[in-house]
């Protein structure tokens, strides 16, 4: 059983960074794609960004530039690098990753302050 564990969230000034983690419990090249997705309270679940075994990405048009998704093979670990945080980009933020399967971590949750 695939397991995905997210790490980094945390409570940031507006303006501010974090970095967050997707480790897998094992390889993540058995994933066609490994992406970032977050739940603001009331909100529905939206796609931040994907990147897939070939190193392609995409990006919710309104985060390019401020966001940075990467993954490292040889740590089966996905980043999301966050830049120039707002407060509307608090949320709780999910590693996804999908081959045949459709698999998700707990999420971490990610505060910022105005």
């Known amino acids: 059983q695939v397991q995905l564990v997210e790490s980094g969230g945390g409570l940031v000034q507006a303006g501010g960074s974090l970095r967050l983690s997707c480790a897998a419990s094992?390889?993540?090249?058995?994933?066609?794609?490994m992406g970032w997705y977050r739940q603001a309270p009331e909100k529905e679940r939206e796609l931040v960004a994907a990147i897939t075994s070939g190193g392609s990405t995409n990006y919710a048009h309104s985060l390019k530039g401020r966001f940075t998704i990467s993954r490292d093979n040889a740590k089966n670990t996905a980043y999301l690098q966050m830049d120039s945080l707002k407060p509307e980009d608090t949320a709780v933020y999910y590693c996804?990753?999908?081959?045949?399967?459709?698999?998700w971590g707990q999420g971490t949750q990610v505060t910022v302050s105005s």
């Open positions: 094992g390889s993540i090249l058995i994933f066609d794609a």
């Open positions: 996804n990753a999908a081959n045949h399967n459709t698999y």
